[in-house]
């Protein structure tokens, strides 16, 4: 006789029988990678941050107020009233920051791995779209509780998108709403930052993740892009590389919660349009670009990052070297440190300045 199932085997079988999921989840939990792609876990680590950063903004959102009046007394509600509030706040601070610096760790990897080369060129094109959807993020979310730092930071940053070349004078308006930041920015920013940018980010990762699904991680070891002649030693993805992963997302939570609750999140004053602060500053990955703004001539400092903004989603498509190894690519190596070098050099000299 047949051994009477669990009420959730019954629950599975139906939703199997319709959208055939043990053919989903195989095809998913399947995959062999091999054993020597070292990803640091970067890019989960950033997916993690990301999901962090979807369940903190949703909690947030449900007090926050996004009007010139009562955006930065909600936030001291927030942080003052709401219980917890001041470390769902902080941890979403926190995440953001970590969230821009494991992306980049994790574009960085790629690079000097070359796993950008044939056939991963569009993993890549997305994945600088990635990019810059994520400081968009940290862009319009350092406006949003109005004080001081928020107001002045963005005034900066809308004045460096406003001397662009041609379609400045139409962004700034864009992105203020108007010539001054007003009511309109507010609602403007919070829009872009609450519903635009969640959603272009969440599709771009869909596509970004199915293509590393589709075509399994690249394995550092083989000599050109083509070799097939490399007999590789694979991995199960699953359990192995999940269960890494995941120790990687607890350590990081860990980290979260102790940075957060050691270093919470502050408020300056309340924004006040008509007094200057002595020192302006933006978030610490726009200081390199804050910084070289003042030093060479303005039209050279807003064109040449999006020239390299460029350069970079382009690079699988201009470096043609079928190579990998690091040594066989000293021109991809010396671009890359003197870029790296250039970029770190640039934001102690903001920061100390
Ligand atoms: C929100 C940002 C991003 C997330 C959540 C993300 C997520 C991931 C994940 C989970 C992987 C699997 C392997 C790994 O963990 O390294 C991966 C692979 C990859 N990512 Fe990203 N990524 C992001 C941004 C980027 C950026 C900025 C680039 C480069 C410009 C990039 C290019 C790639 C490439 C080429 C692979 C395949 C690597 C290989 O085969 O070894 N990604 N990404």
Request: charged share 15%.
């Amino acid at each position: 006789m047949e051994a009477k199932k669990s009420s959730f085997n019954r629950m599975w079988d139906w939703v199997d029988t319709r959208y055939r999921a043990n053919e989903l989840i195989q095809a998913l939990l399947h995959v062999e990678i091999p054993r020597s792609a070292k990803t640091f876990y970067f890019g989960g680590i950033t997916l993690f941050f990301f999901i962090v950063q979807a369940a903190t903004g949703i909690l947030l959102s449900i007090y926050y107020q996004p009007s010139p009046d009562s955006a930065f007394n909600s936030i001291l509600f927030i942080m003052n009233n709401v219980r917890f509030g001041w470390l769902i706040r902080s941890i979403h601070a926190w995440s953001a920051n970590l969230m821009v610096l494991f992306c980049v760790l994790h574009l960085l990897r790629i690079f000097f791995q070359a796993a950008y080369k044939k056939p991963r060129e569009m993993t890549w094109v997305f994945g600088v779209v990635l990019l810059g959807v994520t400081l968009v993020f940290g862009f319009t979310g350092y406006l949003l509780p109005w004080d001081q730092r928020a107001y002045w930071a963005t005034v900066v940053g809308s004045e460096i998108a406003g001397a662009l070349p041609i379609v400045g004078g139409q962004l700034l308006t864009f992105l203020r709403g108007g010539a001054d930041i007003t009511a309109a920015t507010l609602t403007r920013f919070f829009g872009i930052h609450v519903l635009i940018l969640p959603v272009t980010l969440a599709l771009v990762l869909v596509i970004h993740i199915t293509m590393v699904h589709q075509q399994g991680l690249a394995d550092p070891k083989r000599e050109k892009v083509d070799d097939q002649s490399r007999k590789k030693r694979l991995l199960p993805f699953f359990p192995n590389y999940v269960l890494d992963e995941m120790i990687a997302w607890y350590l990081m939570l860990a980290g979260l919660i102790v940075l957060a609750s050691v270093f919470p999140g502050g408020l300056e004053e309340p924004a006040d349009p008509l007094r200057t602060p002595e020192h302006t500053k933006p978030e610490w990955y726009f200081l390199f670009l804050y910084q070289a703004l003042k030093v060479v001539p303005r039209i050279i400092g807003v064109t040449l990052p999006i020239i390299g903004g460029i350069l970079l989603l382009l690079l699988p498509f201009i470096d043609r070297s079928p190579y990998v190894e690091l040594r066989k690519r000293p021109v991809a190596l010396a671009v890359g440190v003197i870029c790296v070098a250039g970029i770190v050099g640039f934001t102690i000299w903001g920061w100390l300045s």
